[in-house]
């Protein structure tokens, strides 16, 4: 066969040969297509820096990712084989940017077969600010009240403050972060444990850990109070004389736990004068001593009024009966 003979060969009925083509390429394209299948997954979008500036406004948290490729390549990625991320490392000068979003997939994953990943959107417009770190104080937040008669004395934090990072503009606007709010609600002791930091601006991040170890010590609740009119008690005197004083009452100041003082009243030998060093007539000045019961060992007598008192003393025929205790 020569080649003219070949040329007419192939050129017989040319149009329904390359419809048949045509067709065959179409044929090959569908099933190709059948064996390809398409996911969409939303994942978070992380930023990755190395450099001087930082995001100044909002940017999404998340966005759709679209996976394409083998339906048996891509039936086992998830939200979490797959990392979306802008890279704002080569930025140098504050101002506006459109920054393409990049992705790749986390290192443990290995795809099968051809896989296209594409994101919307593709583009991101973002404003970046100069970068700076600022420490700040973090103050502990306490909701409800302990139980009756306590109250906290004594709270603190580990560290007491902590570095944050983000645009200048943001940063230099925080004077102080708090913890989540931690219950004392009818507490009747104190605990310690981690108590987290709130921030609620994802431009701003807590450099190192944004936990801190609190502590918070409850006690009973202290009250002073004041106790007018007590008579003064002597005791301890001697039968054979008679002791007379212009002084028959004093005052107490008492501090202590407010439930237990609040119902407590003063015993009636609770201001003492001992006589039994007097054995002999005269004019005496002699100490009034505040005496507590052992059940009472929580009160503190800060202050007691007279501190003296000045008595005299005469001989007199007395019997036991009439042994005075004023």
């Not at 394209?29 to 978070?44: A, H, M, N, Q, S």
């Not at 998830?78 to 991320?85: T, Y």
């Not at 944050?164 to 989540?180: F, R, S």
């Not at 003082?261 to 004068?273: G, H, K, M, Q």
């Amino acid at each position: 066969m020569n080649i003219k003979q070949i040329l007419l060969r192939l050129t017989e009925n040319w149009p329904v040969k390359i419809i048949c083509l045509v067709f065959a390429v179409f044929l090959s394209e569908f099933y190709r297509g059948t064996l390809l299948d398409k996911r969409y997954l939303i994942v978070p979008l992380t930023v990755e820096n190395d450099g001087t500036l930082a995001p100044a406004e909002q940017y999404p948290a998340k966005i759709k990712v679209t996976v394409w490729g083998d339906a048996t390549g891509i039936g086992s990625i998830g939200e979490n084989d797959i990392i979306a991320f802008i890279n704002l490392s080569d930025f140098k000068t504050e101002g506006t940017y459109r920054i393409p979003i990049e992705t790749r997939l986390a290192g443990t994953v290995t795809p099968l077969g051809n896989m296209e990943i594409s994101t919307e959107p593709a583009i991101l417009t973002l404003r970046l600010a100069t970068s700076i770190r600022k420490q700040v104080p973090v103050m502990l937040s306490l909701k409800g009240i302990p139980a009756d008669g306590y109250e906290v004395t004594e709270s603190s934090l580990e560290p007491a403050a902590v570095e944050i990072e983000g645009p200048a503009e943001l940063v230099e606007k925080i004077n102080e972060l708090v913890t989540e709010p931690l219950s004392i609600e009818a507490r009747t002791n104190g605990f310690s444990g981690t108590a987290s930091i709130i921030n609620n601006n994802p431009l701003i991040s807590i450099v190192g850990k944004s936990q801190v170890q609190s502590t918070v010590k409850i006690n009973e609740t202290t009250i002073q109070k004041k106790f007018d009119n007590i008579p003064i008690y002597f005791e301890k005197q001697h039968k054979e004389l008679s002791i007379t004083s212009d002084t028959k009452t004093g005052s107490l100041e008492v501090q202590g736990p407010k439930k237990l003082l609040e119902t407590w009243s003063p015993s009636e030998n609770i201001l003492t004068v001992s006589c039994e060093s007097i054995t002999e007539g005269g004019v005496y000045t002699l100490p009034v001593v505040p005496v507590l019961s052992a059940e009472y060992s929580k009160l503190q007598i800060l202050q007691v009024n007279p501190k003296s008192v000045q008595v005299t003393v005469e001989f007199t025929e007395v019997s036991e009966d009439d042994e005075m205790h004023r």
